[in-house]
């Protein structure tokens, strides 16, 4: 097995927020990631506003979500089993080109004209496979690149590249998207895992060894018989649950939020999916500064409660203005309740246990969250009325984390 943490060295010059930087593996991670993920985020909105275009259908919006969320679903769990057994940085080269390769083909039948939504069905549920081994891989890796003493500065940092990346990729994209149109994003997405792939190759890491082979079904059975029998680890997926199957409901509906409930086109969406991201770069650079000397416990208790709360103002608003600043701060609380739920989770589990239970970590995040999307999205098209949806949904779900944290009190001492 390798040994955790890449060799660090020592860096006055190096603010207190960046100390994961001291570890060379992760510096190259970082820089690859950052301009890879700001691809991602023009291709995710491009792709939104190219269903919507084409459909005009909020239940499409949300089956195009549950699509890239079935396979996460299904293959999540045995994917943790893959990772703790295999080189996570070989897994991560094998997703990345792999989502590189999605990437070309979508802008090829996009700039052809030849694009039909099966095709965005087929590639989305493709991508989808593809996370599924990715994410958890991806969570896994940080503690092998920084150890435990800097990780959750680097959860932290992760967090403000993905966000940063948050803000300016849709900002992008809605300008391109307004102005030549959605193939050019899907392009640029595919040149920007050049660099990610380019990272993975730079790192020096000690020779990888298997652990001792064991029954697949075996070990899945280990990692949630740990789940169950960890009462801590259990309250905190259970609250993330909560927030990612019926707070995040939004995210696929953003389209239509954009043009028939704030009455503004791709530049709008660009904004709102902007304004989310500076909320939750600053969650994640507050995290990365002050996250050791903050109370974990009770800041997540706060998060957690506060997002749904400002999920339902948001639907109730029909200001761009101040639909922005409501999402801005809805993204400070989510990714302060992902982050930190994150750390904890890694900071309990066992090294042997940890590809297993991010898994399922995973899971919830990108497997629960797009199939509470299709979900709203049909009960929207339906009833006529996104915003009602969304508002109920996030009601539900600022009801069991109120039950979770009076069923889970200890979780305000972690």
């Known amino acids: 097995m390798a040994v955790l943490g890449s060799p660090a060295v020592t860096d006055s010059r190096l603010p207190q927020f960046l100390r994961a930087l001291r570890h060379r593996n992760y510096r190259l991670f970082f820089i690859g990631q950052l301009i890879s993920l700001i691809g991602t985020w023009m291709q995710s909105v491009a792709q939104g506003w190219l269903v919507l275009r084409l459909t005009d259908s909020p239940a499409l919006l949300g089956l195009v979500a549950a699509a890239s969320s079935l396979p996460v679903l299904l293959f999540s769990l045995p994917a943790g089993t893959v990772v703790d057994r295999v080189s996570k940085q070989k897994l991560l080269l094998a997703t990345q080109l792999a989502a590189m390769l999605l990437a070309i083909a979508l802008a090829v039948l996009t700039i052809s004209g030849l694009i039909q939504v099966w095709h965005i069905l087929v590639m989305a549920m493709l991508l989808g496979f593809v996370n599924a081994f990715d994410a958890p891989t991806r969570q896994s890796f940080t503690v092998e690149m920084v150890g435990r003493e800097d990780l959750l500065n680097a959860i932290a940092l992760n967090s403000s590249i993905f966000n940063a990346a948050r803000m300016i990729g849709p900002a992008v994209a809605g300008l391109l998207v307004a102005l030549i149109g959605e193939g050019p994003a899907f392009a640029l997405n595919a040149v920007s895992f050049v660099f990610v792939i380019a990272s993975l190759l730079m790192m020096r890491l000690p020779p990888f060894t298997a652990p001792k082979a064991s029954r697949s079904s075996d070990q899945l059975k280990e990692g949630l018989r740990y789940i169950k029998q960890e009462r801590r680890v259990q309250a905190l997926l259970i609250q993330a649950m909560a927030i990612s199957l019926f707070c995040f409901v939004h995210i696929p509906l953003l389209p239509v939020f954009a043009r028939d409930?704030?009455?503004?086109?791709?530049?709008?969406?660009?904004?709102?999916?902007?304004?989310?991201?500076?909320?939750?770069?600053?969650?994640?650079?507050?995290?990365?500064?002050?996250?050791?000397?903050l109370p974990r416990g009770r800041l997540l208790m706060v998060a957690a409660l506060l997002y749904p709360l400002l999920m339902i103002m948001f639907t109730t608003t029909r200001q761009l203005p101040l639909a922005m600043a409501l999402i801005g701060v809805a993204g400070w609380a989510g990714v302060t309740t992902m982050a930190l739920t994150n750390t904890l989770i890694q900071a309990l589990v066992p090294d042997a246990l940890r590809g297993r239970v991010m898994s399922v970590f995973t899971l919830i995040l990108m497997g629960m969250s797009p199939m509470g999307g299709l979900v709203a999205g049909v009960l929207a098209e339906m009833i006529g009325s996104v915003p009602l949806v969304v508002a109920a949904s996030a009601v539900i779900g600022w009801v069991i984390i109120i039950v979770a944290n009076w069923r889970a009190p200890f979780l305000r001492q972690l």
């Open 261 to 293: 409930v704030l009455g503004t086109g791709a530049a709008g969406l660009g904004a709102l999916s902007s304004a989310s991201g500076l909320g939750a770069l600053a969650a994640a650079l507050i995290l990365a500064q002050l996250g050791d000397k």
